[in-house]
């Protein structure tokens, strides 16, 4: 799963890259920890305004029948292999898809002695990631989900999920086109082996902690063990 990442691109940043007006009134901050319930940036495409939109969501999927936004806890995430027939997950993947722009998510490895904490990232500065997510809009405001997919190459050995990746040449796609199962495939070894898998300290595993310092890497991991 995906429970965790970092958004630290400002508004100016993401409405330029993805070509987006800004919605969120000057209110996205970075964060460096990013967790279940806060709100996340996300890129989708506003019908009445017929262009790609930067908004603001809460993350974890509240579904517009829902009565309590506590609902969207156990929705952080929609798998891409039964999302197009679940009921709560179709209709977005049918009508408001959207790109959750990040720069690169927390996974924890258990080991006898503990666990420790890697950080996923494209390590070439300022490019960040670009999570396919879904979005929808209830009572509670706009809310979403990040898709998951089986975890490919490397990544698989930290964790057996990864955030379904989006690489720039499909983000038209992805936020227009007709719902299609080809739009779930993840991305390929070249992009994939261009990540940096990276040991963080345990700081992070406490979603009060932010800043910077969550993403370094370690000079030695708290907990030793051989990733390749």
């Known amino acids: 799963m995906c429970g965790r990442y970092a958004t630290t691109r400002t508004?100016?940043?993401?409405?330029?890259?993805?070509?987006?007006?800004?919605?969120?009134?000057?209110?996205?901050?970075?964060?460096?920890n990013l967790a279940p319930t806060d709100p996340a940036p996300i890129v989708r495409v506003c019908a009445t305004r017929?262009?790609?939109?930067?908004?603001?969501?809460?993350?974890?999927?509240?579904?517009?029948?829902?009565?309590d936004p506590r609902?969207?806890?156990?929705?952080?995430?929609?798998?891409?292999?039964?999302?197009?027939?679940?009921?709560?997950?179709?209709?977005?993947?049918?009508?408001?898809?959207c790109i959750v722009p990040a720069d690169g998510w927390y996974e924890w490895v258990r080991t006898e002695n503990g666990k420790q904490a890697y950080y996923m990232t494209d390590p070439v500065a300022g490019r960040g990631l670009a999570f396919a997510g879904l979005w929808t809009s209830s009572k509670f405001g706009l809310s979403c989900t990040v898709i998951?997919?089986?975890?490919?190459?490397?990544?698989?050995?930290?964790?057996?999920?990864?955030?379904?990746?989006?690489?720039?040449?499909l983000w038209e796609a992805w936020l227009t086109a007709p719902a299609d199962p080809e739009l779930l495939a993840p991305p390929g070894p070249g992009y994939l082996s261009g990540l940096e898998i990276?040991?963080?300290?345990?700081?992070?595993?406490?979603?009060?902690?932010?800043?910077?310092?969550?993403?370094?890497?370690?000079?030695?991991?708290d907990v030793q063990i051989s990733l390749f």
């Not at 806890?73 to 009508?95: D, H, M, Q, W």
């Open 11 to 32: 508004a100016a940043d993401l409405t330029a890259l993805f070509a987006a007006e800004d919605e969120t009134a000057e209110s996205l901050a970075p964060d460096y």
């Open 148 to 169: 998951t997919t089986a975890a490919q190459g490397e990544l698989a050995r930290v964790h057996d999920r990864m955030p379904l990746l989006l690489e720039p040449e």
């Open 198 to 221: 990276r040991p963080v300290g345990a700081a992070v595993g406490n979603v009060r902690n932010d800043g910077p310092e969550l993403t370094r890497r370690l000079a030695e991991p």
């Open 50 to 67: 017929e262009a790609r939109v930067l908004s603001l969501a809460r993350w974890g999927l509240v579904p517009p029948w829902a009565d």
């Open 71 to 97: 609902t969207g806890l156990k929705l952080i995430n929609a798998r891409a292999e039964t999302l197009a027939t679940s009921r709560v997950f179709a209709p977005s993947f049918a009508g408001r898809r």
